[in-house]
């Protein structure tokens, strides 16, 4: 009985199959397109600033720390017009906190008010302040995608190839990790930390857990980094000293074995990898000033927003205002939250794209 | 706002209240009441200048300034409530200055309502992004 249950079974299995098969024609678009979203518009027009031509990698030699140093100035002076409204709007009503320190009857204005009040005031700029964040870093992101299988395939045509499988393989990982993280976790963890500090505030028994967050990622973070780029730094070098042997090797057999034209050969190789390794470094230094630009701006933001809540934060304090200033000191956490989140992925990059730069190429004598 | 004469005033009161005390303390608590009147009236020209002038700051800097307006009525009922309670205390009469006070910690809690509204829908719209 058992045996023909099995069979009708087997038998109805292979009556009635599911079809597996992949897409046989996948669109170029669909993979393409989450590339060309990213919004590049402004950093082209950075780079016009400082007088690098994107179409002309070897224009990156006329950037001068003036035109740099005077390009930052612009974006810290653009930066500095909304914190300096939060400074003055939690400045007035510092004062008339510190007014009510005066009454025996503070019910309900024992700073509550004047939190409930500042809060309100300032979480839409601040929202605003974490989508601008989490646009930066997709953008970057997106840049990234594009950008590390070139650099990667002329880090490998250098000489280096563990390097340049490395390089794409752990940046890849990292981008996309970035992006999804960015768009699903970043900013939920911002708004929820937004929320925390007004709590925090209101009731100063909850403790300061927005201090506590900042510090535990801060961590985390600094942990991370050191491990990517660890592992990024320690197969460049051992992979250049390893091929710079077997590139040495070769050009000895063809000097060697190959008849009147050999040693031509073998030093005609050192020109070709050495002017691989001219195009590596000049792409390499685009990108680099390219993601600079990226990040540039919501770093800086994050940071002038951090110092004048640190300031509103000391204001409040000196007139007595403390709720206000609990808020102000929380609100300065979240942004120190986000600046070391930004400054984390932008030194990833560069760091890991700089090593490949100096040490990406094969060791030639 | 002339601070010199309101504290004149208020002393001048406060000394002929405590002279005529010992024979007549309903006159005494009259003219007492009637200083801080006086006083109150005189702080409120003030205070209107105070109020247009931040009104102005705040306005420029971009910021609803219909948060200063809170932020004054809260304050206005809080030295209502104070000035009235202790008039009542001044007067003998303990019990209507506490029911002064309870009258402005519910003024002020109404006061802090729509606040409170607003607070726990912009939590909300932020959790949800």
């Known amino acids: ?365 | 706002m002339d601070i010199v004469k309101v504290s004149a005033v208020c002393l001048i009161a406060a000394v002929l209240a405590k002279v005529i005390q010992p024979t007549n303390r309903d006159l005494a608590a009259l003219l007492s009441i009637s200083a801080v009147i006086f006083s109150a009236f005189a702080a409120i020209d003030g205070i209107t200048e105070v109020f247009s002038g931040s009104d102005g700051i705040l306005g420029g800097a971009g910021v609803a300034t219909g948060y200063v307006r809170l932020a004054f009525k809260a304050l206005g009922i809080c030295y209502l409530t104070e000035l009235c309670a202790s008039s009542c205390r001044d007067c003998g009469e303990t019990a209507l200055g506490a029911a002064v006070d309870l009258s402005g910690r519910v003024a002020i809690s109404l006061l802090m309502l729509p606040l409170i509204r607003q607070f726990i829908e912009i939590i909300r719209t932020v959790l949800e992004r």
């Open chain 1, 1 to 365: 009985m058992k045996k023909i249950i099995v069979i009708l079974v087997v038998l109805l299995t292979f009556l009635f199959p599911s079809c597996a098969y992949a897409d046989e024609n996948p669109s170029t678009d669909e993979i393409l397109s989450p590339l060309s979203e990213a919004d590049t518009s402004d950093i082209k027009d950075s780079l016009d600033g400082l007088g690098i031509d994107s179409s002309d990698p070897e224009s990156v030699r006329d950037l001068s720390p003036n035109k740099l140093l005077s390009f930052v100035v612009s974006v810290f002076s653009e930066a500095l017009k909304t914190p300096l409204k939060i400074v003055l709007t939690v400045s007035v009503f510092a004062a008339f906190c510190s007014v009510t320190q005066t009454l025996s009857f503070k019910s309900g204005l024992y700073g509550e008010l004047f939190v409930l009040i500042c809060f309100i005031a300032l979480s839409p700029t601040m929202v605003e302040a974490f989508s601008n964040a989490v646009a930066a870093i997709k953008g970057a992101s997106r840049f990234m995608l594009a950008y590390i299988p070139v650099f990667a395939s002329l880090a490998a045509a250098s000489g280096n190839l563990s390097a340049a499988v490395s390089y794409n393989a752990v940046l890849m990982y990292f981008c996309e990790g970035a992006a999804l993280i960015a768009s699903s976790v970043l900013k939920p963890i911002l708004c929820c930390m937004l929320a925390l500090t007004a709590s925090q505030a209101l009731d100063p028994n909850l403790g300061n857990i927005t201090a506590a967050l900042k510090n535990t990622v801060t961590t985390v973070l600094g942990f991370v980094m050191t491990l990517f780029l660890g592992i990024i730094g320690l197969q460049t070098i051992v992979g250049r000293t390893a091929e710079g042997l077997a590139v040495k090797a070769g050009k000895y057999a063809v000097s060697s074995f190959v008849p009147i034209i050999g040693y031509s050969l073998s030093e005609s190789y050192k020109a070709v990898s050495l002017s691989l390794s001219a195009i590596r470094t000049t792409v390499g230094a685009l990108g680099v000033i390219i993601l600079f630009l990226f990040a540039l701006t919501p770093i800086v933001t994050a940071l002038v927003y951090k110092a004048s809540l640190v300031f509103c934060g000391w204001i409040c304090r000196l007139m007595g205002a403390d709720r206000l200033s609990g808020l102000m000191y929380g609100l300065g956490d979240v942004f120190s939250f986000l600046s070391t989140v930004l400054i984390f992925f932008m030194l990833m990059l560069t760091v890991a794209t700089g090593m490949l730069i100096l040490l990406g190429g094969t060791v030639t004598a």
